[in-house]
């Protein structure tokens, strides 16, 4: 379990808490901030849970260093059943979570930017279990708007 301050830290070293970016906190705040693990082949790795009568992930935001494959671990610790909708490029995972079960997705997220996952089960969206994986990383070149520099303030 994390402290507020352990909280602060690692938003602040990843990035998250500066301007245009702190909404993010905020609309998840009543979860865990977690950063994937990378294995020596490249393919990152995290486990995702849904904790007993608290209808949020655990975290609620995973970043992931850069872009690329990741294999999520998701654990419904609930009495009830739940499901995690997932981003994934080209298609979304589906994996249904009856209570105190686990499942497996492997997702391929290449690009920086958030992802927002749920549980479109019932009102789960609604009473909390939405989160995102944030991949770190600046856009390609191919990537980027061909526009000229804008005037920053």
Not at 8 to 22: E, F, M, P, S, V
Not at 55 to 74: K, Y
Not at 88 to 95: A, E, L, T, V
Not at 125 to 144: F, H, K, N, Q, S
Request: hydrophobic share 35%; proline share 8%; aromatic share 4%.
């Amino acid at each position: 379990m994390t402290t507020a301050q352990e909280r602060a830290d690692l938003l602040d070293r990843i990035g998250l808490d500066a301007q245009n970016k702190a909404t993010l906190g905020q609309v998840l705040c009543t979860g865990s901030v977690s950063e994937a693990t990378e294995g020596p082949e490249g393919r990152m790795q995290a486990t995702i849970r849904i904790q007993p009568d608290e209808l949020t992930w655990d975290p609620s935001i995973l970043v992931m260093p850069h872009g690329g494959d990741i294999e999520l671990e998701l654990v419904n610790d609930d009495d009830n059943t739940h499901c995690a909708l997932l981003p994934s490029n080209g298609d979304r995972k589906f994996i249904w979570l009856v209570n105190h079960s686990r499942g497996r997705a492997h997702l391929n997220l290449d690009g920086p930017g958030y992802y927002w996952f749920s549980s479109p089960t019932g009102n789960d969206e609604g009473r909390g279990l939405t989160g995102a994986i944030v991949v770190l990383g600046d856009a390609p070149p191919e990537a980027r708007l061909d526009r000229p520099e804008q005037p920053r303030p």
